[in-house]
Every structure is written in C-alpha cells, then in structure tokens.
C-alpha cells in the first residue's frame, strides 16, 4: 500500500522552462512534506519542505504547492537548469515521531 | 559541521553471509533512520533509532536489525544474505528538536549480494 505516489517516472523539460513535479498522497494524517533530489551515486539532498498549514513555499526558483484537498502536492523549478538533473522524491510525514514516507521518485532530465 | 557519514561505500558479499554498514550522524542529532533504495522502489524505511532505542521499525524481514550507539552513531546488519538485498543503504539523522525538521542522508552503501 503506497502512501506517498510518484506517478511519472520519468519528466524531460527544456532549459529555461518551468518543471513541474507532481506527487499523490493516501495518509490524511500526512502533515509535513519535503522534497529531496537525488543525484547518481550520493545520498538525497533536502530541497524544500511545507507544512499543512500553509499551501505554498518559495525558496528561489523551487516553489512547492500543496492542495490537502486533493491530497496532492507539487515542486515547480523555474528556470530549470541542467544542473537540475537528477531523481526528486515526495516525502510526507505525520505528526508525533514518525518516519518520513517517500514515493518512488521522479527522474528530471533538463535538456540544454 | 560534518555530514552524514556511512561506511563502507561499497561492499560485495556471497548469499547466506552477513554484512554490517556503519553510520555516523551529523553531530548532536540523536535520531538515526535506515532506508533501502532499490531500482523503481524508492526508499523503503527499515527502522529508526532515538537515544539507543528502536524508535520505529518498516516492514523487513528479522534478517534485517540495527543498534544505536551512545555517541548516536548507528550500526545495520543482515543476516544470511539473499541477492534480492543488494541495494543502496540509506543513513539518515535528524535533530529531532521542537517541531519538524528534515532528514540529512549519507552517500550510501552499495550493497551487492552474488
């Protein structure tokens, strides 16, 4: 049972655009929710988080929108830039000491 | 402030052996977690540590076990290894201060079971 859905494996996006990465949540006791980027051969990399009381957070060019309604939240990068390029993850967590539950992952490719 | 630091980087053991994979947290986080990244898996959480005390446990198999140590740092072994445990290892420590803060990964160990 997958709490937290990646559903595009894979989201190719030219230099410059806007990439926007999507993610699905099932726990309604989710709170807090991070993204993480993932480059080849080293460990995730915290990005950006948002908590439920909020539904937007800016850090430069990623921004994070989250929609507890639909249960869904999402990572724009404006511009992108090849440097972008890497596997980003949606994690949630729910109150009290629990672990962070990540999906499986989106691979970005920014073509120059 | 140092990061996460996990060892060995890479490790290549026979099935039915066992391994062991060393974690150091960042200093003065307390909270150690363990993930297995697998090709289209994502991180699977495996369980976390607090103050010497298993915290949180996924669901993996007994073969898969860990400790705390009281300086934080963190051990994680498989017993009789299966090929379907090669994978990446995930370290992750956090402060677990007031309110939520983010997790902070090491490299990894490369686990590869022949």
């Known amino acids: 049972d997958q709490q937290v859905k990646q559903n595009s494996p894979s989201l190719s996006v030219q230099e410059g655009r806007i990439s926007i990465l999507n993610c699905d949540y099932t726990?309604?006791?989710?709170?807090?929710f991070l993204w993480y980027k993932k480059y080849p051969a080293e460990g995730p990399t915290f990005l950006i988080s948002?908590?439920?009381?909020?539904d937007k957070n800016e850090d430069g060019r990623f921004t994070v929108f989250l929609n507890k309604s639909a249960k869904h939240l999402s990572l724009h990068i404006v511009p992108s830039q090849p440097g972008d390029s890497a596997v980003y993850f949606c994690?949630?967590?729910?109150?009290?000491?629990?672990?962070?539950?990540f999906g499986k992952g989106t691979r970005l490719s920014v073509i120059a | 402030k140092a990061g996460v630091t996990q060892t060995p980087r890479y490790l290549i053991k026979t099935r039915g052996q066992q391994v062991t994979l060393s974690c150091s947290p960042i200093?003065?986080?307390?909270?150690v977690s363990w993930y297995q990244q697998t090709p289209g898996q994502g991180l699977q959480f495996l369980f976390e540590?607090?103050?010497?005390?298993?915290?949180n446990k996924g669901n993996f198999p007994g073969r898969f076990s860990g400790r705390q140590f009281s300086n934080s740092r963190s051990e994680m072994n498989v017993s009789t290894l299966e090929l379907g445990d090669s994978a990446l290892y995930l370290c992750?420590?956090?402060?677990?201060?007031?309110?939520?803060?983010?997790?902070?990964f090491g490299q990894g160990t490369r686990l590869t079971v022949v």
């Open positions: 992750a420590s956090k402060s677990d201060l007031q309110g939520y803060t983010e997790a902070f």
């Open positions: 726990n309604s006791m989710f709170d807090y």
């Open positions: 948002i908590s439920s009381i909020k």
């Open positions: 540590y607090f103050s010497e005390t298993q915290r």
């Open positions: 994690a949630a967590s729910a109150p009290g000491n629990t672990p962070l539950v």
């Open positions: 200093s003065g986080h307390r909270s």
